[in-house]
């Protein structure tokens, strides 16, 4: 078995497990970093760890076109590569083809797309995206999916559950590593209807675990937990449940509230990189001169490197700087702070105090 | 006494001694990293323990600049500011002013010049200087000087090394703190007459030590080394003595050779920031493609946190991505090089070896 979920607890709907990985041990609910190019950005391993990060992300897209999934094989797969040995999860590429390259012809078939880099032509299918996925080696690698985008007419994305759908079935014939283990993905944009029909066609496919697709894509927050409220229902309590692409500190907590296991985002590493930190209290700008002569950690309480090293007007004074150990320590701070929210949420999972928790966090969160 | 200076061994010219400062002790000959805006391009204080760092030296005017030498000084200066407790040098601006910014007017009162960073105007004299310099409060502060440019007349050099010996009084008689030391400047260009007076004229003045400016200018090695074989001999046996703006490993053995002490330049983290590596063949190029596909590290016996963990290939990929990881890595490795060849050179010294050390390096070196 390459993967193992103990649901350990729950509180509401919130739930606290063990996933049990082909590289490690993972305790949920769980906010994974984004390590796209096969690193997390200005990050090394190390602190990965010291943060508090016990699987990443990256990204099939990025690591298809530069290096080549042939080289991450040939150096031994993504944690010999990157010198990372706890879990990794591959996405599908799915959501960056429809994002970041220019999306040339979409069938049944695939996906033909112009690489962001050079321009060059591409085509994924569910097959060459398995190939590639395997080749990476994550502990857990996505089905490539059709995400829609937001706004979108029933008709469209009901034809890109469609595709969804079909790809899953050929994504599952095709995966063959035991080492690793393959998740469908629920689509459905906004509409019950369709989500739920995705969630129960998925569901019958008997995948190990479900990513939650095509949230988070610009809709209203309210639209994305009205989601959520009626299509976790409809997913398996006994697989882990992953909303995909989702990582403000309010939405890891009010996704959690709706029985989510795990998470990812760029958002804490690349708000660190304008300078933005996340508190308790919400988000400090810290190039802002108001720290300039700011003497205290970014956050009292926090045992970050970051916090227990450096003031608000040193870090201030290295992005004014443009000096990469500015954002060095924006980006420490930030991906400790959701590690630990995560940990602190898991806790009052497990001492059924979870909805207390989740009061005292909005009474002091400020958007 | 804020600087004791013990002379261990010697060995030929080259000199093992133990530096003795404020913030603790140095052990020489001593490389020291440049941390122009109060940080070491890329690395936490951590890391610059970790590759053997023992002092770092801090610009005066990047910091009189950004963020100015108040707010340094209202952090509790510049060890507290960026969280660096061991031993720091800072220079004097002089050769900033005379290459980075915009000199407008040189007079016998001083330098005034526009900022590289906004244009503004400002004049640095010696009591200016040494009110930021002690503003900072490094273990060591050097004196405002004058550093002619590569080419140079005779009359000019002469010029600028009658207002470096002015400033050097001007700088004594203002400078107060007791748990700083004041180092004097041997100028004199490429001349050898006037390099030998101006090291008779500073010696007089009996600083605690001394550095040898206005070299590694732009003139080809050879005339460095003739312009070092002739006025290390001029300076006190039992002072330091630091070749300013020297990094290359080729111009450290060189100048260990001719008796000196303390070094520092730019030029391993500037190059690791394009991607160049410092080894005992000389340099590898890493974004080049002939690293694609190598799996070894940069220098298989290095014991450096990049060739401990990291192929070539991987940091190859990294640089190619434009990642901050690629560029932390290299910047580990090249101080780490250079720490641990300064570590080598002294205790060859120690067992009298080091012409055959030298010797061996060169068999191996290529420019």
Request: charged fraction near 25%; hydrophobic fraction near 40%.
């Amino acid at each position: 078995m390459c993967l193992q979920f103990e649901l350990e607890h729950t509180d509401g709907a919130a739930r606290a497990a063990t996933l049990t990985l082909t590289h490690g041990v993972v305790k949920t609910p769980v906010f994974m970093p984004v390590g796209t190019c096969a690193t997390v950005k200005t990050m090394s391993p190390d602190e990965l760890k010291e943060v508090g990060a016990q699987i990443i992300l990256s990204n099939t897209y990025h690591l298809y076109l530069r290096p080549g999934h042939d080289l991450v094989a040939e150096a031994g797969g993504l944690h010999s590569f990157m010198n990372w040995d706890r879990p990794i999860l591959t996405d599908s590429g799915g959501f960056q083809i429809f994002s970041l390259a220019e999306l040339r012809k979409l069938t049944e078939e695939g996906a033909q797309f112009a690489s962001h880099i050079d321009g060059s032509r591409h085509l994924f299918t569910p097959e060459k995206v398995m190939e590639i996925e395997q080749a990476l080696g994550a502990d857990i690698a996505m089905c490539f999916d059709e995400c829609s985008p937001y706004p979108a007419e029933f008709a469209r994305v009901q034809q890109a559950d469609a595709h969804t759908l079909h790809w899953a079935a050929r994504c599952q014939a095709v995966h063959q590593r035991r080492d690793q283990a393959l998740f469908g993905i629920v689509q459905g944009g906004l509409f019950r209807e369709l989500r739920e029909k995705s969630a129960r066609d998925l569901v019958k496919m008997d995948f190990p675990g479900y990513g939650i697709g095509g949230l988070s894509v610009g809709e209203p927050k309210e639209m994305m937990y009205e989601a959520l409220d009626y299509t976790t229902p409809l997913m398996p309590v006994d697989k882990p449940r992953y909303l995909m692409g989702v990582g403000s500190p309010d939405c890891l907590v009010e996704g959690v509230a709706r029985g989510v296991d795990m998470f990812d985002c760029v958002l804490p590493t690349r708000i660190a990189r304008n300078g933005t930190v996340m508190t308790p209290d919400g988000k400090l700008v810290l190039r802002n001169a108001e720290y300039a002569h700011d003497f205290r950690p970014i956050q009292e309480d926090c045992g970050c490197y970051a916090c227990r090293n450096f003031s608000r007007a040193y870090i201030r004074h290295l992005l004014k700087a443009d000096e990469i150990l500015g954002i060095r320590l924006t980006t420490i701070h930030n991906l400790y702070y959701l590690c630990h929210l995560m940990a602190e949420i898991r806790a009052a999972i497990f001492a059924d105090c979870f909805q207390d928790f989740r009061r005292q966090f909005w009474d002091r969160y400020k958007m």
